[in-house]
């Protein structure tokens, strides 16, 4: 079936680190793959996908690269600021299509002090 | 920016009460979507609609769930008769297809 494995946190990272937050993946077929990020008292906001393989997405400093032969899709940023501090979500939809339901990652809370 | 939004954001019940959860998609939005997450545990998919049915659900929506858009705006999520399990937050979602997913805030359902 379709799952979704995310790296245990809580993460905490000093104010300007680098950040990883491993995501792999079990799917058939070619699925699309999302990060999410939930800062706290708010909803899920899409934080970059990509949709075939070797795809990166971006934004606001955050990259993931698609990776199909490893099944991996793998958050990284440069340097963290405290307001990066939320839970990020790996998500991946079965379809490639971007109407499908989107089966999610456990969360992983990321903790950035000054 | 558009938003999905949830009402009420917290909703206190007792077991065996019906209850609705109600959210706005946006307003060009064709797909619509009920997600929810018990404390701790992974965001779950519950049931997606579109043109007027539903087109997938979990094994977690039985029989006790429902889906309705009432209206042009509105869409639903009914509890016929909450269980303590169902305790959770439980977010919205809508897209068009091609710009991804927008979530509401989510509404935080507390079975006494």
């Known amino acids: 079936g379709n799952s979704v494995t995310q790296m245990e946190g809580p993460v905490t990272l000093s104010e300007e680190a680098f950040l990883t937050i491993n995501c792999t993946y079990t799917?058939?077929?070619?699925?699309?793959l999302f990060w999410y990020v939930q800062y706290p008292g708010e909803g899920l906001q899409l934080l970059l996908k990509?949709?075939?393989?070797?795809d990166k997405g971006s934004n606001k400093g955050f990259e993931a690269t698609y990776r199909k032969e490893t099944t991996s899709f793998h958050l990284e940023k440069g340097s963290v600021q405290v307001s990066d501090s939320a839970v990020y979500f790996c998500a991946l939809s079965p379809q490639s299509s971007n109407t499908g339901k989107l089966i999610f990652g456990q969360g992983t809370t990321l903790q950035v002090k000054p | 920016e558009p938003e999905v939004t949830q009402t009420p954001s917290h909703q206190v019940t007792q077991m065996g009460q019906e209850v609705i959860l109600r959210c706005v998609p946006i307003?060009?939005?064709?797909?619509f979507y009920w997600y929810r997450q018990i404390l701790g545990q992974k965001v779950e998919f519950l049931v997606s609609?579109?043109?007027?049915?539903?087109?997938?659900k979990s094994e977690i929506f039985d029989d006790q769930f429902s889906v309705e858009r009432p209206d042009g705006s509105n869409f639903t999520l009914k509890i016929r008769s909450t269980k303590l399990e169902d305790s959770a937050m439980y977010f919205c979602?809508?897209?068009?297809?091609?710009?991804?997913?927008?979530f509401g805030s989510g509404t935080r359902l507390t079975v006494v």
């Open positions: 979602a809508s897209t068009r297809g091609a710009d991804g997913y927008t």
């Open positions: 307003s060009n939005h064709l797909y």
């Open positions: 990509a949709t075939k393989a070797d």
């Open positions: 799917a058939t077929g070619y699925p699309s």
């Open positions: 609609f579109y043109n007027n049915e539903i087109s997938e």
